[in-house]
């Protein structure tokens, strides 16, 4: 059994526009060190898929920088590897619409070339706007076992969760786990359900069936992958699920984001996410000096990645590389990306900076765990 896979860089760009407008959801950094890509190209190349498409739509040159040729998760290969797909990849995928894709169903077929010169005997798709470790090889293995068309990996949540968006579906099964409806979430659908089961967006199916779908849809002029696609073949194709029970956050607001880093900072969500010996998260390799911290100093329950000087006081903070904080500035329940520079006397609650921002001496910021305080980046306060 073999597999290839293809990752949705750009779907999910406006649930974020702050962190986007410069970058790929995929690029968007997470966890000190990580981009949100790396989940899923980890969770990948761990279940020995090494042919993993990314489809790009605009504004991916960060997501080119940080992959590089793919040999930090072994995909520098001669035959395989990551391949980027960008739009207009054929004059034949274009040649009716001449634009640029705008749904999920539209991207899928503008790589129509890439996944008909594959040879693998089955895709896995999936988005990137998710943090979480899956057994994709396990996924794979139901999949075959269970004879599914389709299987679509799932998360159980009490029915009120509160950080799911309005756009994200809601997978209902049977207790043969065979799906039999999938629904837009609304708080007012899931009142009677005890629980409810995300649709992650990953989905495997054989590259048959997919190259099938694919060339109705083109045919028919279908645009949405779910209401066109899989809607309509629910109830007459095989249809599973798998339930994933591992930690998943859902990016879908700035407020998402900060609370999916906040989480890094508990032990037991670290261990569940990074400490599974068979399945680790690989992420671009960069060779910076340790982390100095100066006399005076003072860092409680925080991530620090290295090449940065702290010479102030960091509290239950997410600190990116490269991170100045200068002499009686306080940092409290922030999260500084790469090469923020922190000037002395400052003080710090609940802020999100991007990339290269200075904030001068003395200066008093302050958000609120639901609403941070960001400055976009390049920034002088």
């Known amino acids: 059994m073999t597999a290839a896979g293809l990752v949705f860089t750009n779907i999910h760009d406006a649930a974020i526009p702050e962190l986007t407008r410069v970058r790929t959801i995929a690029s968007v950094p997470f966890g000190c060190r990580y981009r949100l890509v790396d989940f899923i190209l980890s969770n990948m190349a761990n279940a020995d898929i090494t042919v993993i498409g990314l489809i790009t739509h605009n504004n991916y040159q960060s997501l080119l920088d940080h992959i590089g040729t793919g040999k930090d998760w072994d995909l520098a290969r001669r035959n395989g590897g990551i391949k980027i797909l960008p739009p207009f990849i054929t004059a034949y995928e274009n040649a009716v619409a001449n634009k640029v894709y705008t749904s999920r169903l539209e991207a899928l077929i503008g790589v129509m070339s890439f996944i008909n010169h594959r040879t693998e005997d089955y895709f896995v798709l999936s988005d990137c706007d998710a943090v979480y470790n899956i057994d994709i090889a396990d996924v794979l293995k139901k999949h075959e076992e269970s004879g599914a068309d389709v299987t679509i990996v799932a998360k159980e949540f009490p029915h009120d969760v509160k950080f799911i968006s309005p756009h994200e579906e809601i997978i209902r099964f049977d207790e043969n786990e065979k799906i039999y409806d999938i629904v ?61 029970d591992g930690v998943y956050a859902l990016i879908s607001s700035l407020e998402s984001y900060y609370k999916s880093n906040m989480m890094l900072l508990r032990c037991e969500v670290r261990d569940k996410l990074f400490g599974i010996a068979d399945r680790p998260v690989y992420t671009k390799i960069k060779n910076s000096p340790p982390t100095k911290y100066t006399d005076g100093s003072n860092v409680k329950n925080s991530l620090v990645a290295d090449g940065c000087v702290i010479s102030g006081t960091v509290e239950d903070s997410i600190i990116f590389r490269g991170v100045h904080v200068g002499e009686g500035t306080v940092v409290k329940s922030c999260i500084l990306f790469q090469d923020t520079y922190v000037g002395n006397d400052a003080e710090l609650t609940c802020v999100l900076t991007d990339k290269n921002v200075v904030i001068k001496d003395g200066r008093h910021l302050s958000g609120h765990s639901q609403a941070p305080f960001f400055i976009e980046k390049g920034k002088t306060l």
């Open 184 to 244: 837009k979430y609304s708080a007012h659908e899931c009142e009677n359900d005890e629980n409810i089961n995300i649709n992650m967006n990953v989905i495997v199916m054989s590259r048959s069936y997919l190259q099938n779908v694919l060339q109705d849809a083109a045919a028919r002029r279908y645009t949405s992958f779910y209401q066109d696609i899989i809607s309509k073949h629910i109830k007459k194709d095989n249809y599973h699920v798998y339930r994933y």
